[in-house]
């Protein structure tokens, strides 16, 4: 217990005394607010922070991630001079190299996206790995890459340093003082209470690493972490180890190498890891480490071996067998939670920690300072998950390949295999005995395709032309030819009611929202950047109630989103019915003809046009039918309440029967909404993006007389001539080239950017792709037209064509003809 006197009051309270905790006390307090208190319940870094091997690597497949570790290493670098106390930051740069071709077209991919990211980086042969990296073997390589930026550095001294900065800026650290309490009155915090006293504070940010969890389930907080056990060990001196020695990672190996005294720290990522702690991390688990496990840790050592044969004749000094927390998706867990008013969380670092503390540090001290985050965190919001996903047992065995995820392949559509199934769909079962295909999203087990005759049974990974490729080209036609019937039920669905409703909803959304009755409106919610919340469709059901309808993976972040920005005198209420209702699409020139068979409704255009919506009666179910398209056909989404969706499923397929109707799943829509240009939230469009780059000027009503959130900022940027970043479709003239998302634009030779997302178009005949263009003196229609554009796949150059507008039948879904 600490007897030193502990303040009355704070500006804010940080819980946890690790690197990431030391980098939010630091940043909050160079931001300005000095009255800052960090409590560590032993000494600082005592948790898992001490025992980190201390690795630096600035590659991440987000943008977003990749900014904050650049962050980090400039901070390492500097943060000496201002505090006197050393980092350790040592910029000897990295190596990653590939033993299968597949290993190496990542790493080609992965270069390419660094380059656009302004992170210096260069393809190697094996040869020259072996030059910068001289005990390697280097016969079973294919080649590497070179990083001269990343580093490494002292995880102790780095958080010392970091905590001399914050108390240099006037933030006051305490250790030996545990926080037993956060005490919340009338869902507001009040206090936080420690053996050592109580302190009066209105925030808390929770930084308390493997503890995170339990101390915020008190408060009925999700922070979905689970600990795993990581493993190195530290040899002894080996010949030829010198001190600048680069980090080596060979992923296919699973392992990473860097040097320590002459020796090596040899860690890694096993596949299938060892949870640890699911009852619960003892008391006094100070500067403390697990027993050495050389089973679990085999694979890692003979891999090791093969990449360093001296390693069979070297003694192992140490064994650090030390536990950390892991996230479902091996991403950290930053931001407000969603479930209490100014109680935030930086946890779960999935043996990142060291390398992303003084990004992630920085960008939640701007969190906390700004009420909102500053840039796109979307990757790292603890908003993407929800309640669920707090399971301790779903924990448990999804952590076990959470871990494995750093070093595995990061094939195009990727799924996890763990703690699944975990949200069924009322259909599951049916579409799994007719040959479906699973992946997953916020937990839903979606249909990706269908195994017909064509195509492979089973997932297979691969960046060329997939197995599946045939298959889903069949639900993709039918869709544009007859019927596809898609279930999308796991789309959010949030409930809006009250007689304020409309106003607050006005207030959120850049769309008009005061339409009639039976209108439904796409639009955005904008952030006060004017960049992108969410992007939704709202169907005005009643006078005072809305029913929107929002992105599978962000409910959580849009409910959170629109409570937060209710006035608490509005009389308005917004209800999460997303389990309630599933959503059956029927998409495609057939549509009309096949819901006709089953109501009495009226489908015609005049009756029933593009973006309303009816409650109409289907066979022995009243649903919700909205006709609005995303993969720009006619077509309706039904909502269906949950209970009735097996019976309207049966009469649908029974009535498409002799209309072409097939079941259709996620690769075809993918593929279908690309080929129309129809962004997605989460690819395209972000909180750093606006209307106007995005394409999307037409969902924004400048003129409506509400003040939307967003509103000044787009008014201030106009609507300018040119624009200096626009969302562009690009189709691939190679119908064999296979684009997947992340690939590098180049106009001329010269990169501009980067596709964001990429599917194949069955309908254009190639690859299609949107892709974030930027260009200092505008994307301009000039600019498009005259260019010679290419996408970079892995190395090689594929000639692409740009269009502002979509070359598939721009208006279709709006103007098909009454049959
Ligand atoms: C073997 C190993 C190797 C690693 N190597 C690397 C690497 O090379 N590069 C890299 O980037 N990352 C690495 N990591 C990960 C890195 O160590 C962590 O991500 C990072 O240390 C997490 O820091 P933290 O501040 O979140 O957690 P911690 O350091 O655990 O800090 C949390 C603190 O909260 C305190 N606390 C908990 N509850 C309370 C309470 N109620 N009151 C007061 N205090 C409380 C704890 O005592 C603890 O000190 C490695 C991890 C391991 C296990």
């Given at each position: 217990m600490n007897q030193s006197t502990i303040p009355a009051h704070a500006r804010a309270v940080i819980i946890g005394g690790g690197v990431i905790g030391c980098s939010v006390a630091y940043h909050l307090a160079k931001l300005?607010?000095?009255?800052?208190?960090?409590?560590?319940?032993?000494?600082?870094?005592?948790?898992?922070?001490?025992?980190?091997?201390?690795?630096?690597?600035?590659?991440?497949?987000?943008?977003?991630?990749?900014?904050?570790?650049?962050?980090?290493?400039?901070?390492?670098?500097?943060?000496?001079?201002?505090?006197?106390?050393?980092?350790?930051?040592?910029?000897?740069?990295?190596?990653?190299?590939?033993?299968?071709?597949?290993?190496?077209?990542?790493?080609?991919?992965?270069?390419?996206?660094?380059?656009?990211?302004?992170?210096?980086?260069?393809?190697?042969?094996?040869?020259?790995?072996?030059?910068?990296?001289?005990?390697?073997?280097?016969?079973?390589?294919?080649?590497?890459?070179?990083?001269?930026?990343?580093?490494?550095?002292?995880?102790?001294?780095?958080?010392?340093?970091?905590?001399?900065?914050?108390?240099?800026?006037?933030?006051?650290?305490?250790?030996?003082?545990?926080?037993?309490?956060?005490?919340?009155?009338?869902?507001?915090?009040?206090?936080v209470t420690t053996d050592a006293g109580t302190i009066k504070t209105e925030i808390i940010v929770n930084c308390a690493g493997q503890w995170a969890r339990t101390l915020g389930l008190r408060n009925g907080v999700n922070i979905p972490l689970h600990s795993a056990e990581h493993m190195y060990v530290v040899t002894e001196k080996i010949e030829g180890v010198q001190p600048d020695l680069p980090v080596l990672r060979d992923p296919d190996g699973y392992i990473y190498f860097k040097e320590e005294v002459g020796g090596l720290v040899m860690g890694g990522f096993e596949p299938d890891a060892k949870p640890w702690a699911r009852d619960g991390i003892p008391e006094d688990f100070e500067f403390a480490l697990l027993p050495d496990d050389w089973d679990q840790f085999e694979i890692l050592m003979h891999n090791a071996i093969i990449r360093v044969p001296q390693l069979a004749d070297s003694g192992v000094r140490k064994f650090y067998n030390g536990p950390e927390s892991f996230t479902p998706d091996n991403n950290f867990l930053l931001g407000e939670a969603p479930e209490l008013q100014n109680y935030f969380v930086g946890a779960g670092f999935n043996s990142m920690g060291i390398a992303s503390a003084g990004g992630a540090g920085k960008a939640l001290a701007e969190w906390i300072v700004t009420g909102a985050p500053t840039l796109d965190l979307w990757p790292v919001d603890i908003r993407r998950f929800a309640g669920f996903n707090n399971n301790p047992n779903w924990l448990h065995d999804r952590v076990k390949e959470t871990l494995g995820l750093h070093y595995a392949m990061p094939w195009p559509n990727r799924e996890l295999e763990t703690a699944r199934p975990l949200r069924r769909s009322p259909l599951y079962d049916r579409l799994a005995q007719k040959g479906a295909r699973f992946g997953s999203k916020m937990g839903w087990e979606r249909v990706n395709?269908?195994?017909?005759?064509?195509?492979?049974?089973?997932?297979?990974?691969?960046?060329?032309?997939?197995?599946?490729?045939?298959?889903?080209?069949?639900?993709?036609?039918?869709?544009?030819?007859?019927?596809?019937?898609?279930?999308?039920?796991?789309?959010?669905?949030?409930?809006?009611?009250?007689?304020?409703?409309?106003?607050?909803?006005?207030?959120?959304?850049?769309?008009?929202?005061?339409?009639?009755?039976?209108?439904?409106?796409?639009?955005?919610?904008?952030?006060?950047?004017?960049?992108?919340?969410?992007?939704?469709?709202?169907?005005?059901?009643?006078?005072?109630?809305?029913?929107?309808?929002?992105?599978?993976?962000?409910?959580?972040?849009?409910?959170?989103?629109?409570?937060?920005?209710?006035?608490?005198?509005?009389?308005?209420?917004?209800?999460?019915?997303?389990?309630?209702w599933s959503v059956l699409a029927v998409m495609g020139p057939n549509s009309r003809r096949i819901l006709k068979k089953l109501t009495g409704a009226n489908l015609t255009n005049a009756a029933f046009p593009f973006a309303s919506v009816r409650e109409i009666d289907l066979g022995y179910a009243n649903v919700l039918a909205n006709r609005m398209s995303y993969v720009g056909e006619l077509g309706w989404e039904l909502i269906v309440p949950m209970e009735m969706t097996v019976g309207v499923y049966e009469d649908l397929m029974r009535a498409g029967a002799d209309e072409g109707l097939v079941d259709a799943g996620y690769y075809a829509l993918e593929g279908l909404r690309i080929e129309k240009g129809h962004r997605a939230w989460g690819r395209e469009l972000g909180p750093d993006l606006n209307p106007f780059e995005a394409g999307l000027s037409f969902a924004v009503d400048m003129n409506k007389p509400v003040q939307f959130i967003g509103r000044a900022a787009l008014s201030e940027i106009g609507r300018p001539r040119f624009l200096k970043r626009r969302i562009v479709q690009f189709v691939l003239t190679d119908p064999q080239a296979m684009a997947w998302g992340g690939e590098a634009v180049l106009r001329n030779g010269v990169e501009i950017g980067e596709v964001r997302s990429a599917a194949y178009g069955h309908t254009l005949g190639g690859s299609v792709g949107l892709a974030l263009v930027q260009q200092e003196t505008g994307v301009t229609d000039e600019f498009l037209a005259d260019g010679t554009f290419e996408i970079d796949l892995a190395g090689t150059r594929v000639q692409a064509i740009a269009h502002r507008r979509t070359p598939y039948d721009p208006r279709s879904e709006r103007v098909k003809q009454d049959d």
């Open positions: 300005g607010w000095r009255d800052v208190v960090l409590l560590e319940q032993g000494q600082l870094s005592c948790g898992t922070t001490w025992h980190a091997a201390g690795l630096v690597g600035q590659l991440r497949s987000q943008v977003s991630m990749t900014g904050l570790i650049r962050y980090s290493t400039e901070l390492y670098a500097n943060l000496e001079t201002e505090t006197g106390l050393a980092t350790g930051w040592q910029n000897c740069g990295s190596l990653a190299v590939a033993r299968t071709d597949d290993r190496m077209t990542v790493l080609r991919r992965m270069a390419a996206s660094a380059r656009a990211q302004g992170v210096d980086v260069e393809v190697i042969s094996a040869a020259e790995a072996g030059d910068k990296w001289p005990i390697m073997a280097l016969d079973d390589l294919k080649g590497g890459i070179w990083l001269p930026g990343d580093g490494k550095a002292n995880p102790t001294d780095l958080t010392q340093s970091l905590a001399k900065g914050a108390r240099n800026y006037g933030a006051r650290i305490l250790e030996r003082t545990k926080v037993t309490e956060i005490v919340v009155e009338n869902r507001r915090i009040k206090a395709w269908f195994a017909g005759q064509c195509g492979s049974a089973e997932m297979s990974y691969t960046f060329q032309r997939p197995d599946w490729h045939e298959a889903v080209g069949r639900e993709h036609r039918a869709a544009r030819e007859t019927a596809a019937l898609f279930d999308q039920t796991s789309f959010g669905k949030l409930l809006v009611q009250g007689k304020d409703a409309c106003a607050v909803l006005d207030r959120l959304c850049a769309g008009g929202m005061d339409v009639p009755v039976g209108r439904s409106v796409y639009t955005g919610m904008l952030n006060e950047r004017g960049g992108y919340e969410s992007d939704l469709t709202v169907l005005r059901l009643a006078e005072d109630r809305f029913l929107v309808i929002t992105g599978s993976a962000q409910p959580v972040r849009d409910l959170d989103w629109i409570n937060r920005h209710t006035p608490e005198a509005a009389h308005a209420t917004v209800t999460d019915m997303t389990s309630a």
